[in-house]
């Protein structure tokens, strides 16, 4: 079982730079694959970013060059930093992680935070 909680979302304006932060309540070294999804009002979720176990990356194109997705393995933290925001980043953001290991997987979610980019 694992609990996560974001923080560090609000309202910036359109250029500026938010860092989101995600808590995990055990240790995250062995958690496969974190991530960041966001859903902006009337869409579906979307994938932002993702980072492996080990320290691989991917990011939406919607993103890339502009958020950068870090983990923090002593902090059981992984982060989210978002550069040059756009009024279309604006979205609840969630945190999630999965564990998997031959027939074993589980996804787990945080309870989201509010990212308002204004124009």
């Known amino acids: 079982q694992v609990q996560l909680v974001e923080s560090g979302g609000g309202l910036v304006q359109a250029g500026g730079s938010l860092r989101l932060s995600c808590a995990a309540s055990r240790n995250i070294f062995s958690i496969n694959v974190l991530g960041w999804y966001r859903q902006a009002p009337g869409k579906q979720r979307e994938l932002v970013a993702t980072i492996t176990s080990g320290g691989s990356t991917n990011y939406a194109d919607s993103v890339k060059g502009r958020f950068t997705i870090s983990r923090d393995n002593a902090k059981n933290t992984v982060y989210l930093q978002m550069n040059s925001l756009k009024p279309e980043d604006t979205a609840v953001y969630y945190c999630?992680?999965?564990?998997?290991?031959?027939?074993?997987?589980?996804?787990?979610w945080g309870q989201g935070t509010q990212v308002t980019v204004s124009s």
């Open positions: 999630n992680a999965e564990i998997f290991s031959g027939s074993y997987s589980r996804v787990y």
